[in-house]
């Protein structure tokens, strides 16, 4: 009799280089990147025709409308080609994990290993975002870019006026309560860039696995278009959260030269 066995909350180890481990979640992130890196060999082969063929016609597309969302959000292009890059690695690279996870295989092809001395049954493929520490990962490199880029823009004095206001400036106590309550927010914005990905993600393995146990053939197709695009939404989410916290970031000085020469 099949057994239901839902994912669980820690990946789990498939093998070891050395004393590194290798852990499934981590496997799916290696063919990602492998997925990437021969598209960008791939359309670097093509010399960047003048006139493009449909491969390199495609590729421009997605880089143009990619760049147009960042400086719709950014409103300033000097700063949208700082934060492109990075904004638009981790768009995709989220986007293509989160889709790569529904694949037939994954969270479906098990291994058996032993574990403490017991043998453990678990899955050889999991979607990588269904790990806690890579979406810590993620939010820890959106956060510190963040305040690197706030930093070189506008000053670090000027940038770090907002989280230590002195008591005996205006607007006084309460300009230092808020102060703190911006300080607080930051570590905030962390745990939720975390775990707003890692538990949508999470969610939709259980989900696809309880679906696919009761109900093996037809009920599940709804589902999985449904994962297809809470993928793209969850993507879009972290890259639109991390263009609006850097505008913010870059912008403080503005508002601050704005106060010290009122009209």
Not at 192 to 197: A, D, E, H, I, K
Not at 213 to 218: L, Q, T
């Amino acid at each position: 009799m099949t057994t239901l066995e839902t994912p669980t909350l820690a990946s789990e180890i498939i093998g070891y280089i050395g004393s590194f481990e290798i852990r499934n979640t981590m496997l799916m992130a290696w063919i990602a990147m492998a997925i990437l890196t021969i598209v960008a060999l791939s359309l670097n082969a093509t010399k960047y025709k003048r006139v493009p063929g449909r491969f390199q016609a495609m590729m421009e597309m997605i880089v143009e409308g990619l760049f147009n969302f960042c400086d719709s959000i950014l409103q300033d292009k000097k700063i949208t080609r700082i934060a492109f890059p990075l904004v638009a690695t981790l768009f995709i690279f989220i986007l293509l994990n989160n889709w790569m996870g529904i694949l037939p295989g994954v969270g479906s092809i098990m291994i058996t290993a032993n574990h403490g001395g017991h043998p453990v049954t678990f899955p050889l493929f999991r979607s990588m975002n269904a790990d806690v520490n890579v979406t810590l990962a993620f939010s820890l490199i959106s956060v510190i870019f963040t305040q690197v880029l706030g930093v070189v823009t506008i000053g670090i004095l000027p940038y770090l006026s907002k989280y230590f206001v002195a008591p005996w400036k205006s607007p006084y106590l309460i300009g230092t309560f808020v102060g703190i309550l911006e300080f607080i927010g930051e570590f905030a914005r962390l745990v939720s860039f975390t775990f707003r990905l890692f538990g949508n993600i999470f969610a939709g393995e259980v989900l696809l696995v309880v679906t696919f146990f009761f109900v093996p053939y037809i009920m599940p197709i709804p589902f999985l278009g449904m994962e297809l695009f809470v993928g793209v939404i969850q993507a879009l989410v972290f890259a639109m959260l991390t263009l609006v916290f850097i505008k913010m970031a870059v912008t403080a000085h503005d508002h601050a030269e704005h106060e010290a020469h009122p009209a």
